[in-house]
T-cell receptor
Framework: AQKITQTQPGMFVQEKEAVTLDCTYDTSDQSYGLFWYKQPSSGEMIFLIYQGSYDEQNATEGRYSLNFQKARKSANLVISASQLGDSAMYFCAMTSFSGFQKLVFGTGTRLLVSP | GAGVSQSPSNKVTEKGKDVELRCDPISGHTALYWYRQSLGQGLEFLIYFQGNSAPDKSGLPSDRFSAERTGGSVSTLTIQRTQQEDSAVYLC?????????????FGPGTRLTVL
């Protein structure tokens, strides 16, 4: 079974600063994918970034980067230069490549960006 | 192009009634997923369709829940004899169905309220 743990229910950051959202995972699979999604108050789930377990380099997408530490089973999201529009819920999720492709989600972290 | 669409956006029903929720995936996406998001349970996988393969129904919480996907495209999630604990946002997602970098694109969700 797979499990995602997000230990930060809420995080605060000032505009233009960087913030790290924590995510640890547990799986017995050798091949898997890790995802981060953003959910603003409107409710839509927006894909941010993906990391495959076999990728040696950390994924980056614009202001988002994923700090992947396989041995520690962590996949933290780093948002650089925070913007007011980054205020939202952030979910870490994973899928296994060995079977069906369902996403297993963590409980989420609510990020608040202040001016 | 058009994203994943869901209808209705909101549904209020009385306990014991049946409801049908509809999902139109992105054209060309072979994989379709249903998830449920509620305050108490977070984001839960319900069911997954991939092409013509038998669906993965492992996440359906009871036999009151069923889903079908017609012609490899539109999907309907049916909840029979609704209960108050069924109140949640039901999210549909679709993907290309590959085994790697399998980003799932989410619809806006259907908010179900059972009175």
């Amino acid at each position: 079974a797979q499990k995602i743990t997000q230990t930060q229910p809420g995080m605060f950051v000032q505009e233009k600063e960087a913030v790290t959202l924590d995510c640890t995972y547990d799986t017995s699979d050798q091949s898997y994918g890790l995802f981060w999604y953003k959910q603003p108050s409107s409710g839509e789930m927006i894909f941010l970034i993906y990391q495959g377990s076999y990728d040696e380099q950390n994924a980056t997408e614009g202001r988002y980067s994923l700090n992947f530490q396989k041995a520690r089973k962590s996949a933290n999201l780093v948002i650089s230069a925070s913007q007011l529009g980054d205020s939202a819920m952030y979910f870490c999720a994973m899928t296994s490549f060995s079977g069906f492709q369902k996403l297993v989600f963590g409980t989420g972290t609510r990020l608040l960006v202040s001016p | 192009g058009a994203g994943v669409s869901q209808s209705p956006s909101n549904k209020v029903t009385e306990k014991g009634k049946d409801v049908e929720l509809r999902c139109d995936p992105i054209s060309g996406h072979t994989a379709l997923y249903w998830y449920r998001q509620s305050l108490g349970q977070g984001l839960e996988f319900l069911i997954y369709f991939q092409g013509n393969s038998a669906p993965d129904k492992s996440g359906l919480p009871s036999d009151r829940f069923s889903a079908e996907r017609t012609g490899g495209s539109v999907s309907t999630l049916t909840i029979q004899r609704t209960q108050q604990e069924d109140s949640a946002v039901y999210l549909c997602a679709s993907s290309l169905g590959g085994f790697t970098d399998n980003e799932q694109f989410f619809g806006p969700g259907t908010r179900l309220t059972v009175l």
